[in-house]
Nanobody, 123 residues
Framework: QVQLVESGGGLVQPGGSHRLSCAASGFAFRNYWMYWVRQSPGKGLEWVSAIDTGGTTTYYADSVKGRFTISRDNAKNTLYLQMNSLKPEDTALYYC????????????????WGQGTQVTVSS
């Protein structure tokens, strides 16, 4: 069955860096666009970043542009999110997700989500 398992969350100081991973299994990872989405305490879901099947085209929310980098290793079926210059407002539960057909659109079109990994930015 399809599984997405995030890892790498933790406590990071403001200004620090951190990398999240998402291990995919049970489907042809190389054929799907992949996404990172986050949810801060008391807030709704916020789309963070997207990457196409080959890893050549990436998209970022304005709130993370220039600080976060999404990438993928199709040989390892793994999605990454490199986060630099972290701010307290980046504190959230980070999810990786899959959307059949790729592109940009409603979260309702995402069909599989991981369980999330918590990132807390605090001194």
């Amino acid at each position: 069955q399809v599984q997405l398992v995030e890892s790498g969350g933790g406590l990071v100081q403001p200004g620090g860096s951190h990398r999240l991973s998402c291990a995919a299994s049970g489907f042809a990872f190389r054929n799907y666009w992949m996404y990172w989405v986050r949810q801060s305490p008391g807030k709704g879901l916020e789309w963070v970043s997207a990457i196409d099947t080959g890893g050549t085209t990436t998209y970022y929310a304005d709130s993370v542009k220039g600080r976060f980098t999404i990438s993928r290793d199709n040989a390892k079926n793994t999605l990454y999110l490199q986060m630099n210059s972290l701010k307290p407002e980046d504190t959230a539960l980070y999810y990786c997700a899959r959307r059949p057909g790729g592109g940009m659109g409603s979260f309702e079109l995402y069909d599989y989500w991981g369980q999330g990994t918590q990132v807390t930015v605090s001194s």
